[in-house]
């Protein structure tokens, strides 16, 4: 199956810096990638949805200017946590689908191995 | 009501017996999907189906389109399997609405 590759899959971070994640896709063209924040025996929640090219959209509730998110490449996304908090500390994760045609609705979704940020 | 549940929410089990999880969503759906996230943190694809069953070694998944729901069934379960197995619906949207979890622990 295809490859998603997330890095760092740990960090541990002063509060007040920045942390920035990266999201591959090794073997095929993400358009779109999904980044997830995971709090501990909680399911996913979407946080933004980032699009090739153009600006992320994000979800209610999460903070564009704290939470930025680049896409520059069809195969690369980051997403860039700044001035850290202790309540930032989570898991992120991100997802990218193989699209199919124009529609991911009938596609597999794959993962990143996730990073696990602890702000100090 | 999340439109996505699962139940049980945790389940431990004897190494080899049969182990079925299950997952009910109340929206239309193009797809589902089952993943499992190992302790770690990483999520595996295990299965996307939008009708009938399939198997891929020890874990078989079913899906009921009429009934809005579906089974991830593990034969012969091993310590290894010991992860949160998580089914996702794929609405007629591009984004992924979770299930809550299902919490496996396989003792030997």
């Known amino acids: 199956g295809a490859v998603v590759s997330q890095h760092p899959s740990r960090v541990i971070c002063k509060s007040g810096t920045s942390v920035k994640i990266e999201c591959r896709s090794l073997?095929?063209?993400?358009?779109?990638m999904f980044w997830y924040r995971q709090f501990p025996k909680q399911s996913l929640m979407l946080m933004a949805t980032s699009n090739e090219g153009s600006k992320a959209t994000y979800e209610q509730g999460v903070e564009k200017d704290k939470f930025l998110i680049n896409h520059a490449s069809l195969t690369l996304s980051t997403l860039t946590v700044t001035s850290a908090h202790p309540e930032d500390s989570s898991f992120y994760i991100c997802?990218?689908?193989?699209?199919?045609?124009?529609?991911?609705?009938?596609?597999?979704?794959?993962f990143g191995q996730g990073t696990r940020l602890t702000v100090v | 009501k999340n439109e996505v549940e699962q139940s049980p929410q945790n389940l431990t089990a004897q190494e080899g017996e049969f182990i079925t999880i299950n997952c009910s969503y109340s929206?239309?759906?193009?797809?589902l999907h089952w993943l499992q996230q190992h302790p770690g943190g990483g999520i595996v694809s295990l299965f996307m189906l939008s009708s009938g069953k399939k198997k891929h070694g020890r874990l078989i998944a079913t899906i009921n389109i009429q009934e809005k729901h579906s089974s991830l069934h593990i034969t012969a379960s091993h310590p290894r399997d010991s992860a949160v197995y998580i089914c996702?619906?794929?609405?007629?949207?591009?984004?992924?609405?979770f299930g809550t979890g299902t919490r496996l622990q396989v003792f030997p």
């Open positions: 997802s990218a689908r193989d699209r199919y045609g124009s529609s991911f609705l009938n596609t597999e979704a794959f």
């Open positions: 929206v239309g759906i193009s797809a």
């Open positions: 073997d095929f063209q993400a358009t779109t």
């Open positions: 996702a619906a794929t609405p007629n949207t591009d984004k992924l609405i």
